[in-house]
């Protein structure tokens, strides 16, 4: 398997009613992501398309692995007003196989015209710890205000992390804390669409 597509993490929840060293000089993005549009991204040759134009052209690699994997989950996310497609495959509780591309913010539209779809909002902030490691701390929005949860990217799922004292319980591979799961719980409350 291609290393370069293996997504390696850990994930925390964190107790964000006391002091928050993750907003001391971290770089700070607005993103706002989309779950359930597979049913609406095809492909087409070696193009992902969405009906009304083309989201991305994968190369060759991407193409073999997007072909030889069949459980494929989309994202729509859009950071800071760029909007980034991903395909991921869970392949055990702490990896997953990762396809990402910046698409055209159109097309990208076009494709949430298709909705609604369940969605989060958060704010991230980018946090080096002691170890140098750089973790993402996520303080979500709406109706999830007050959840915050971070994750930490590895080279190995054995890999040594320093964990901060802030942090709290671990959910690596819970799937009922994933993103996808939050917004899949929210989609039909009053509140959220």
């Known amino acids: 398997m291609n290393e370069e597509y293996l997504e390696i993490e850990r994930r925390f929840l964190v107790d964000g009613r006391e002091e928050k060293p993750w907003r001391n000089g971290s770089q700070r993005s607005i993103i706002k992501q989309h ?18 134009g083309t989201l991305t052209e994968l190369s060759e690699d991407e193409l073999a692995l997007y072909i030889a994997v069949d459980d494929w989950a989309a994202r729509l996310r859009i950071c800071d007003g760029t909007c980034i497609l991903t395909c991921k495959s869970r392949v055990s509780t702490s990896v997953a196989r990762e396809l990402e591309w910046v698409v055209n913010e159109e097309v990208a539209q076009t494709l949430l ?26 303080e979500f929005e709406g109706v999830l205000a007050g959840l915050v949860l971070a994750e930490v990217e590895l080279k190995r799922p054995d890999e040594a992390v320093a964990i901060p004292a802030w942090m709290g319980q671990e959910i690596t591979g819970l799937a009922s804390w994933s993103n996808r799961s939050l917004a899949q719980t929210l989609a039909f409350t009053p509140e959220h669409s």
């Open 35 to 52: 779950y359930g549009i597979e049913a609406h991204v095809h492909l087409n040759e070696s193009r992902l398309e969405v009906e009304g």
């Open 113 to 138: 015209a298709k909705g609604p779809f369940p969605h989060v909002e958060k704010t991230r902030y980018m946090w080096k710890g002691e170890d140098g490691l750089l973790w993402e701390i996520d």
